[in-house]
């Protein structure tokens, strides 16, 4: 999934030119993985482009921050700002956002106290991503081997940067074996999530999805699919599963900004349900497009235009 690079890039406060966004190698995010970040979706609509949920992405951002003492010089309106600014300075109809604050230069060891923080947030478009054939028929996944961060090692249920070595290794590994994406298991062997997208399962016509204690981020479109659902008349339930529910169930999809929902025809080598996408994950998915296009009046206050 390569970049296509955009004009400008927000950096503490101003849009500086794309080639200009760079970082010192002595940062200590860089070292250390001392930031936080988001990943935010802007969609097209009948009138202009809008972004989906900015709001509570920019507080996650802060909660985030807070959880690593890390105090972005920026409030949340600040941010939502500056990311319509950035969306309309690149002529974006839609794409993907990327807002990521860091300490930044000082001195050397591991703590950042008193460094300086950098806040910089990018926009460029992004296709499906887990591809569009994934997003139609569904995708092939396969339980990792390496389980989900410990909460009580970093905090899992935070976006932060260093956290995402687990999930490189991750899906590093379902590459190499040949699957789309991986699924991992929390210490306790409960179905935590994906690398980067929450897990939602269906069997019996119950829907079910991890707590927020099973160490998982909370994710903003677990959140609105689960709301979805709801006024569909769908209850999910938040409850822990282990690995065999998953070869059991009816239907299995995850969840994300970037992932939207994709529906998860295999895993660990076994189809689920019939292989296709089920009809709980189609209304979900339908009535998700729906939403984040602009075309349901009902979500009209998730989706902030950037004019
Ligand atoms: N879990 C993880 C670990 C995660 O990274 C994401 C987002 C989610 C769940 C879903 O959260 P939400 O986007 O709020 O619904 N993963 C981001 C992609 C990671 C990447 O950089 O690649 C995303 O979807 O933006």
Known sequence: MLIQPTEKIWKNGELIPWKEATVHVLSHGLHYGTGVFEGI??????????????????????????????????????????????????????GYIRPISFFGVSGIGVNPFDYPVETFIAAFSLGAYLGEKGVRDGIRIHTSSWRRISSTAVPATAKVCGS?????????????????????????????????????MVRDGRVFTPPLNAGIL???????????????????????????????????????????????KEVDRRQVGDGRPGPVTKKLQTRFQEVVSGKNGKYASWLDPVR
């Open 164 to 200: 995402y070595l687990n999930s490189a290794l991750a899906v590093m590994e379902a590459k190499q074996n040949g699957f789309d994406e991986a699924v991992l298991l929390n210490d306790e062997g409960m179905v935590a999530e994906g690398s980067g997208e929450n897990i939602f």
């Open 41 to 94: 979706r802007c969609y097209e609509t009948q009138t202009e482009p809008a972004i989906f949920r900015l709001k509570e992405h920019m507080i996650r951002l802060h909660a985030s921050a807070k959880t690593i003492n890390l105090s972005i010089p920026y409030p949340v309106d600040v941010l939502c700002r500056a990311a319509k600014d950035v969306i309309n300075a690149n002529g974006l109809k839609a």
């Open 218 to 264: 909370p994710g903003i479109t677990r959140d609105s699919v689960m709301i979805l659902a709801t006024d569909l008349g769908i209850t999910v339930e938040e409850r822990n599963f282990v690995r065999s529910e998953l070869y059991l169930a009816d239907e299995l999809f995850f969840t994300g900004s970037a992932a939207e929902v994709t529906p998860i």
